[in-house]
Every structure is written in structure tokens, then in C-alpha cells.
């Protein structure tokens, strides 16, 4: 019997494999039980573990919900009757519709942001207590976008600015990200594998003093939570 | 050194359900911290932002007042979602001139709303099983399936052989397998 290839498996379904590999590895899936075992094992996985990332793909924001009314009256439709929605969708990609009014609604054809990947509701530390943050994290496909809405912050003093971080709690692992506006809010970019590595948000009031490292004076601070935990 | 030992692997199943079915007030707060970013971001796609939070929130009191119905043996995130789904509904039924994408609301009515809920609810419990795994394992599969690299740029990445890469994805998935086989995700 030919080596074992439990190590191959996901290369196998993932379409990794060379035309010789793929042969060799079928030809021992054939005759080794323990194999086509762990390929059972492999195959579950591989199609759990792709199910749960399409989910989180399928549940991307919704374009804006708005609550303004149309100008151009479309027929009405009650929300209940599946087989209707399905004939309406099938007969009108782009379909305007009605829900639960007298006639007035409509479709807005945006194209969907990135997914949600996580969020972090963020509590005052050093700093008043009715200042909060709220960060959601964007899943591109390599990238996590971080968008960072505050309220409640006082201004920074002169020479001084707020700053965001990521932060490992365990380990205190810090890492810079950007400043925070004026306004309180920011958006950053972060490599998947690195946001990957932080499991919570820092805001801190640095000094305009030329020393990049974190001030020990946090304002902010909050988990984060992914969306499929 | 490779580390071998799968913490998940060996764990009770989830005895959420049942905790809430005991009354246990500390199993809610588990729930709504294990599962409310989950539940906003689904009921974030329907309704308009000003409503959201409040069916979220409408979600856990009824969960909390329906938990005698909870059946230990189904998965908690799917009966929550259950919930909000039904919130949702009667919110967009309650509310006048609201806009929704169409498309998207074929995931919330009908039979197609409920075949949504139960595979964010897969999504969700599969998530959690990679999250159990120990951390060389779950880095490796995440990498790999969420962020679409491939097993040389995993090694890249790591700073590792790819020989590792290929153990840790293995192991991996050995015990998500074994653990979704056994029905302890849920």
C-alpha cells in the first residue's frame, strides 16, 4: 500500500492537487480504509466550514432601508404570500415594492457593502461617562476594513489627539492604527491576519510630542466580537 | 512543537439550552453576548437602523419568556434567530413606506426566510466549533477559508513549513468533524 495521504485531502478537494498527485491519491483512497475515513472527516469540514463563510457573505448589510416615500406609486403587496414574492422576484429583478403602506415603496439597487465581520461597542475609561464608541469591522477578502464612530469625547487639548489601536488583552499587544478625526470617527484598513491577531479596540489621548508609543491614557476601549461567534 | 490536544474535541455538549430552560439568568447573558452581533446583523438587513436595536432586544425578552420551549437538542442561535425573524416581520408590517431590497427580503418571509435562519444558524455554530479548536489549528483553517489563502501563503504568513500548515489544517479538521458527527455543535 502507498503512504497515507491524510495531509492531502484538503488539497484534493480544494483543487490543489497536479494531475499525478490526484492519481496517486486515488488510487490509495481505493484501498486504504483509514483514508477514506479521514476523507469523510475532510469532506464535512471542508463543506461546513465553506457554508459558514458564504453565510457570512449572504449577510452583508442591506442596502440603505429608507424611509421616504416614492414618487411613483407601485402596486401593492403584503408581506406574507411567499410563492408571490417569488413569481415578483423572478419577473422583476429590479422590482419596486410595497411593504405593509398603501401603496408606496421601493427598490434600491446599491451595491451591498463588505460583511460584517465583527463589532465592539466601546465604554469610557479615562474620560466622561457618557462617551461611547461603536466600531464595525468589514470583511474585504484579505483586508478588515475598521470603521470607528465615537460620541461623548471632549475635544483633545491642545497639542494632543486621539488615536486608535488594536490591543490583546493577554498579552498587551498594541498596534497603532490611525488617528481619530476631529469629528470622532475613522475608518482604517487592517490585513485579516493581523486584525486576527487583536481582540479588542483602544482609543487613547496621545501628546503631539514625537513619541509614537502608546500614552497608557486610554478613553475608550471595547471587545471585539466576530458576527459568527 | 506541534500541539496535538484539542480542547474542543473533549468538551460537554453545549448546555446553553438547557441552562435557559433552568432559569439560569447568566445563561442569557451568555446568549445575547454569544449571539447578539449575530442577531443585529441579521435583523440590521430588513428593518431600518432606528428599529434594530429595539428588536434585538425584543428577541432576548422573548427568548427568556419562551425558554421553557427551548429543546436542548436543537441549536439555541437558530431558535433566536427564529425569534427575531418573526420580530422582524411584524416590525416592517407595523411600519408605513418603508424601502426594502426585495431580493432581500425573499431571505426574511416565506420558506425561504426560514431555510436563511437555520443556515446562519450553521454558519454560526460551525463558527464557533473553528473558534474551539486550539489556536495553531484555528489559524490555519481561517486563513484558509475566510481569508483565501492558500496553504504556501499560509506558511508565508506563519513563518512556517508548509508541511506544518498541512498537519495543523488536518488536525483541524479531524476534530471539527468529529464534533459536528457527534452533534456537539449546537
Redesign the interface.
Same mark, same amino acid.
Given at each position: 500500500m502507498t503512504e497515507h495521504c491524510? @495531509? @492531502?485531502? /484538503?488539497?484534493l478537494l480544494s483543487g490543489?492537487l497536479d494531475r499525478e498527485a490526484t492519481v496517486r491519491v486515488v488510487a490509495h483512497l481505493r484501498e486504504c480504509g483509514k483514508c477514506t475515513d @479521514?476523507l *469523510?472527516?475532510?469532506a *464535512?469540514?471542508?463543506g461546513?466550514? =465553506? %457554508?459558514? =463563510? &458564504?453565510? &457570512?457573505e @449572504?449577510?452583508s448589510? &442591506?442596502?440603505d432601508?429608507?424611509?421616504?416615500? $416614492?414618487s411613483v406609486a407601485q402596486p401593492p403587496l403584503g408581506?406574507?404570500?411567499? =410563492?408571490r /414574492?417569488?413569481r415578483?422576484?423572478l419577473a422583476t !429583478?429590479a !422590482? $419596486?415594492?410595497v411593504? %405593509? +403602506? #398603501?401603496g408606496? #415603496?421601493? /427598490?434600491?439597487?446599491r451595491p451591498s457593502p463588505p460583511p460584517?465581520y465583527?463589532?465592539a461597542t466601546l465604554h469610557h475609561l479615562d474620560a466622561p461617562t457618557d462617551a461611547a464608541g461603536r466600531v464595525t469591522v468589514r470583511?474585504t477578502?484579505?483586508v478588515k476594513q475598521m470603521d470607528v464612530v465615537t460620541s461623548g469625547l471632549p475635544p483633545a487639548p491642545a497639542n494632543h489627539y486621539y488615536e486608535v489601536w488594536l490591543l490583546q488583552p493577554q498579552t498587551n499587544k498594541m498596534l497603532p492604527v490611525g488617528l481619530l478625526s476631529p469629528s470622532g470617527e475613522g475608518t482604517y484598513s487592517v490585513a +485579516? !491576519?493581523i486584525m #486576527?491577531q487583536y481582540s479588542a479596540v483602544d482609543i487613547s489621548l496621545q501628546s503631539n510630542d514625537g513619541n509614537p508609543v502608546h500614552s497608557t491614557d486610554s478613553v475608550l476601549r471595547g471587545t471585539v *466580537?466576530?458576527? /459568527?461567534? | 512543537m506541534e500541539q496535538i490536544e484539542l480542547t474542543s474535541a473533549t468538551a460537554p455538549v453545549d448546555e446553553l439550552a438547557a441552562r435557559l430552560r433552568a432559569g439560569d439568568e447568566r445563561a442569557l447573558e451568555e446568549c445575547y453576548r454569544r449571539h447578539g452581533p449575530l442577531v443585529r446583523s441579521y435583523v440590521g438587513r430588513f428593518v431600518p437602523r432606528d428599529d434594530c436595536e429595539d428588536i434585538v432586544q425584543q428577541t432576548f425578552f422573548e427568548l427568556w419568556r419562551s425558554r421553557s420551549r427551548l429543546d436542548p437538542a436543537r441549536s439555541v442561535v437558530a431558535f433566536t434567530l427564529g425569534i427575531a425573524r418573526n420580530r422582524a416581520i411584524d416590525q416592517l408590517r407595523r411600519r408605513k413606506n418603508v424601502v426594502v431590497d426585495v431580493s432581500q427580503l425573499r431571505d426574511l418571509v416565506g420558506e425561504d426566510g426560514e431555510v436563511f435562519v437555520e443556515r446562519l444558524a450553521w454558519a454560526a455554530d460551525v463558527r464557533r466549533g473553528l473558534d474551539s479548536l486550539v489556536n495553531e489549528q484555528r489559524e490555519a483553517l481561517e486563513l484558509a477559508y475566510f481569508e483565501d489563502l492558500t496553504q504556501r501563503e499560509i506558511a508565508d504568513r506563519l513563518g512556517i513549513p508548509i508541511g506544518t500548515v498541512k498537519a495543523r489544517m488536518s488536525r483541524g479538521m479531524h476534530h471539527l468533524a468529529e464534533r459536528i458527527e457527534k452533534g456537539e455543535l449546537r
Open positions: 491524510s @495531509e @492531502e485531502l /484538503f488539497d490543489e @479521514e *469523510v472527516s475532510v *464535512v469540514t471542508h461546513s466550514l =465553506r %457554508a459558514a =463563510r &458564504r453565510a &457570512r @449572504e449577510l448589510p &442591506r442596502p432601508i429608507s424611509m421616504e416615500p $416614492l408581506i406574507s404570500p411567499h =410563492r /414574492f417569488r415578483l422576484y !429583478a !422590482a $419596486l415594492i411593504l %405593509a +403602506g #398603501a408606496s #415603496a421601493l /427598490f434600491l439597487g460584517v465583527a463589532l470583511s477578502s484579505r +485579516g !491576519a #486576527a *466580537v466576530p458576527t /459568527f461567534s | -
